[in-house]
């Protein structure tokens, strides 16, 4: 053999190997090796994006909107649909997971494409609203009454009548409250002595009380919120204090929401 013959076949073994270790390379990196591979990924990509796709790609629902499904297709309380989850989405159903329960709710005519999910899921939350009952505004925080002068007064008088009236003795002398201001006015300290309790337990308890029970209820019913939750508590327990100012709060954020929402849709 010739030194030319032995230098074309070490050549040939060298290309050989260096074409050989490309191909492993692509396999490793994940990259396809041959034209059988890619006419194989071409077959089956069409496939998965026309019959499922997992909640990574599906369309997007707050929570708050999974509840609703849930409560309104499934039967469940607002209670149980607290940690409920969509887990996948095809062109026949939805499923969900929640208390450790699978659900599955069917879309009726099935999709031709998950193309139509968005608009399809949008619609069985707005069927699940008028199911419900249900504002399609989320209450999601508390106003406080410092927002306004005079809900802040009403507040803080409603709150001391609370603490002071019922005690007789805040009103007599002997109080640090008499000797310091109410000597000055002693008619209304008497006044306060008499009749304070039963301001208190007689009017102010059972008014708010049933205001309260108003409040959470709308809480719950127009908003789905539930005593887990506390925001539920610090509207209701600012209601059980201050009586209708929460409630004009509560109106107001409503509103304002209203509004933000019907600006983004235009």
């Known amino acids: 053999m010739t030194t030319a013959q032995t230098d074309v076949q070490v050549n040939s073994k060298k ?16 990259r396809c090796c041959s034209p059988a591979h890619h006419q194989a990924h071409e077959r089956r990509s069409p496939g998965l994006s026309e019959t499922s796709v997992t909640t ?21 309380s607002v209670f149980q649909t607290r940690n409920a989850q969509m887990t996948d989405i095809s062109l026949n159903e939805m499923k ?8 599955t709710i069917v879309f009726d005519p099935p999709m031709k494409s998950l193309r139509e999910a968005r608009e399809r899921v949008v619609q069985l939350d707005k069927n699940a609203l008028q199911v419900l009952d249900r504002s399609d505004i989320v209450i999601d925080r508390y106003v406080p009454p410092t927002v306004k002068l005079g809900h802040l007064l009403n ?6 009548c609370y603490l002071l ?10 109080s640090p409250l008499y000797d310091t201001l109410l000597y000055r006015i002693p008619a209304f300290a008497r006044l306060n002595a008499l009749v304070g309790w039963w301001v208190v337990f007689i009017i102010m308890i059972p ?4 205001e309260a029970g108003i409040m959470g209820r709308r809480l719950t ?9 506390w925001v539920w508590w610090a509207w209701t327990a600012s209601c059980f204090v201050e009586g209708i100012t929460s409630m004009w709060r509560l109106d107001a954020l409503v509103q304002g929401k209203r509004k933000e929402k019907d600006a983004k849709k235009h």
């Open 221 to 229: 019913k127009k908003h789905g919120l539930t005593p887990l939750d």
């Open 165 to 174: 009236l019922p005690h007789q003795w805040i009103w007599q002398p002997g």
């Open 15 to 30: 290309s050989q190997h260096v074409r050989q270790g490309h191909h492993v390379e692509a396999r490793r990196s994940g």
């Open 96 to 103: 969900f997971l929640c208390n450790g329960q699978h659900h």
């Open 155 to 160: 507040f803080s008088q409603c709150l001391l």
């Open 207 to 210: 008014i708010h009380t049933f």
């Open 56 to 76: 990574a790609s599906a369309p997007s629902n707050e929570p708050w909107q999974i509840r609703r499904y849930l409560e309104a297709y499934s039967s469940k």
